[in-house]
């Protein structure tokens, strides 16, 4: 079991910067796959970024490459995404996923249904 927390949302302009954190509870933090989801009023729930129970293998959608980074601090129980050059349309309520993976060089998969373990969400409004 693991329990996730997500803080860092608010109000930006657009071209400003926001880093959301992960915290998550228990003591296999890196034995778990993690990822950044986002939802946008009236839209599907999607994949933002992947990262590995090492940190070391990562995998970013299209809307995010250049913008945004994930990373993690095992040793805090931490995942991050550092969000730059924001836009408007990345306004949502952002989530944070886990999934307990076989090998902890394995990203998690693309789908909601991948995760197991989700966090409350925070919220990223962007201003133009």
């Known amino acids: 079991q693991v329990q996730l927390v997500e803080s860092g949302g608010g109000l930006v302009q657009a071209g400003g910067s926001l880093r959301l954190s992960c915290a998550a509870s228990g003591r296999t933090f890196s034995t778990y796959a993690m990822s950044w989801f986002r939802q946008a009023p009236g839209k599907e729930r999607e994949i933002v970024a992947r990262i590995s129970g090492t940190g070391g293998n990562t995998e970013y959608e299209d809307s995010a490459k250049g913008r945004l980074t994930i990373s993690r601090d095992n040793a805090k129980n931490t995942m991050y995404l550092q969000m730059n050059s924001l836009k408007p349309e990345d306004t949502a309520v952002y989530y944070c996923?886990?999934?307990?993976?076989?090998?902890?060089?394995?990203?998690?998969?693309?789908?909601?249904?991948?995760?197991?373990?989700w966090g409350q969400g925070t919220q990223v409004t962007v201003s133009s």
């Open positions: 996923a886990a999934v307990r993976m076989a090998l902890n060089d394995a990203r998690g998969g693309r789908r909601v249904e991948d995760y197991d373990y």
